[in-house]
C-alpha cells in the first residue's frame, strides 16, 4: 500500500495541535475550558477508524481497558469524594491509544520531518519574540498572552514570566507554547531529533539560541539526560569533551554576558523557594506528607482531581510532574494498572531509543502531562499511531478497523 496522504494529516494534526495550538482552549463556561488539541486528538481518531486508515490495537485496547477499569474501581473502593471530570478527562485522553495507523500508508519518518518542519518556524519566532521586546514592547511581542481574548487561553499557566526580579523582559515562550519551559522542553526533544536524523549543525544552533531565550532549566534536563549518552555510544568522543569542556565554559562566562539567572539555576535544587526544588524534589515530600502515613492511601491514593488541592497546604515551593500525580491521585495500585498502557507504547515502539527516552523525561518528570494534551499528542505522532517505516510491519495483532 502506497503512502497515503490523509493517513499523513493524521499525524501532522497532532504535531499541530500540540506546537500552534497549544494554548488555544474552547470555553465551555465561565470556569472552564477544554483544549482545542484535546479535540483535535479525538477527531483524528475518530477519523482514522472511520476512513480504516486505522485499526485497534488489540494488547493496547487491554492494557487501556485495565487501566480503566483500575483507576475507576479505586475510586468506588475509597470513603471519600473524588472528582469525576478528572477521571472522566483521565479515561477519554488515553483512548487514542488503542488504536494505529494500518501497516504501509504512513510512517515515523514523516512524523518527525512535519515536526521538524514546525520546530523551525517556532524557534524563529520565539527568537524574534525575545528580540522584538526592546523594539515594539512586551505587550505586542506576546500579543496572545495580552491582547488575545483570554477566555480561548489555557487557564492555569505561566505565559508571561520575567526574566528576573523586576526585569521588564520576559523569558520567550515561542508565542505559541504555552510556558517558556514548554518551550524549552520542545527545543531539546527538536535539538534531539536533529542530531539523531537530520544532523544540520545550523538547525542545531537555532534550537540552542532560541532555547537561552527561554531562560528554563527543563530543556536542559532532557539535553543533560540524552546529549552525553547518545555521544558516548556513538563513540563521539572528542565531542563529547567539547560540550563538557563548552558546560563548565559557559558557568563561568554566563554572569559576565547577560545570562547570570540562567546559570543560576543549578543551584535552586537546594532551595525550597525555587520552581528548580518545586518541579524536581517537592514531589517527594509530598508523598511523605500526604500518602505514606496510611495504608489507604498508599494503595489507593488520595482520589482523583486532589492533587491540586493537595499543593494548597504545603509551605514549600510546588509542581506537579506527571508520576506524581498518578501517584497521589490514585497510589501504588493506579499506578500499577495506569504505567503498563504507556510502557508498553514506548517498549513497541522502534522509533529511536534517544527521542523516546527525551520524550519519556519530558511527559514523566518535568510536567503534569497526564491530562494535558501537549505531550500526549506527539507521544500518539511520534509512537503510538505510525509504524517505522514504510517497509517494516508491525508486529502487534490487530482487529479490523
Known amino acids: 500500500m502506497l503512502s497515503d496522504s490523509l493517513a499523513k494529516w493524521l499525524l501532522y494534526s497532532q504535531i499541530i495541535a500540540a506546537t500552534f495550538l497549544q494554548k488555544i482552549a474552547i470555553p465551555l463556561g465561565q470556569h472552564t475550558q477544554v483544549f482545542l488539541a484535546l479535540v483535535i486528538m479525538l477527531g483524528a481518531a475518530g477519523i482514522g477508524i472511520v476512513s480504516q486508515r486505522m485499526e485497534i490495537r488489540t494488547t493496547r485496547l487491554a492494557l487501556y481497558l485495565l487501566m480503566a477499569g483500575g483507576v475507576t474501581l479505586i475510586q468506588l473502593l475509597r470513603a471519600s469524594e473524588f472528582s469525576a471530570t478528572s477521571l472522566l478527562l483521565l479515561l477519554v485522553i488515553h483512548l487514542p491509544y488503542a488504536v494505529g495507523l494500518k501497516n504501509g500508508i504512513t510512517c515515523t519518518e514523516d512524523a518527525l520531518a512535519f515536526f521538524r518542519k514546525i520546530m523551525v518556524i517556532i524557534a524563529l519566532v520565539g527568537l524574534a519574540q525575545f528580540a522584538l521586546q526592546f523594539i515594539i514592547g512586551r505587550q505586542y511581542a506576546f500579543f496572545l498572552d495580552t491582547l488575545f481574548p483570554q477566555e480561548w487561553i489555557a487557564s492555569g499557566f505561566n505565559q508571561l514570566i520575567p526574566t528576573h526580579y523586576n526585569s521588564a523582559l520576559c523569558k520567550s515562550n515561542g508565542f505559541f507554547m504555552l510556558e517558556p519551559s514548554i518551550f524549552s522542553q520542545f527545543l531539546a526533544l527538536s535539538l534531539i531529533i536533529e542530531m539523531v536524523c537530520f544532523k544540520n549543525p545550523k538547525v542545531i544552533a537555532l534550537y540552542l539560541a532560541a532555547l537561552l531565550t527561554t531562560f528554563s532549566g527543563t530543556g536542559l534536563v532532557i539535553l543533560a539526560a540524552v546529549v552525553p549518552a547518545y555521544l558516548l555510544f556513538q563513540r563521539k568522543y572528542t565531542l563529547l569533551a567539547g560540550v563538557g569542556v563548552a558546560f563548565i565554559a559557559f558557568l563561568w562566562i554566563a554572569p559576565y554576558v547577560g545570562l ?94 534517544y527521542i523516546k527516552v527525551a520524550l519519556g523525561i519530558q511527559f514523566l518528570f518535568l510536567a503534569e502531562y497526564a491530562l494535558n494534551p501537549t505531550v500526549h499528542n506527539l507521544l500518539l505522532a511520534l509512537l503510538a499511531w505510525p509504524v517505522a517505516s514504510i517497509s517494516k510491519q508491525s508486529q502487534e495483532n490487530v482487529l479490523p478497523g
Open 260 to 353: 547570570a539567572d540562567y546559570a543560576g539555576r543549578v543551584n535552586e535544587f537546594t532551595k525550597t523557594t525555587t520552581s528548580g526544588y518545586a518541579r524536581f524534589l517537592s514531589i517527594f515530600s509530598t508523598i511523605r506528607d500526604f500518602v505514606l502515613p496510611h495504608t489507604d492511601t498508599l494503595l489507593l491514593g488520595l482520589g482523583a482531581g486532589s492533587f491540586r488541592d493537595v499543593g494548597q497546604h504545603v509551605s514549600y515551593a510546588w509542581h506537579a510532574p506527571t508520576w506524581g500525580k498518578i501517584f497521589v491521585e490514585y497510589g501504588l495500585i493506579g499506578a500499577l494498572v495506569y504505567f503498563p498502557l504507556l510502557m508498553y507504547v514506548f517498549f513497541t515502539s522502534q522509533q529511536s531509543p
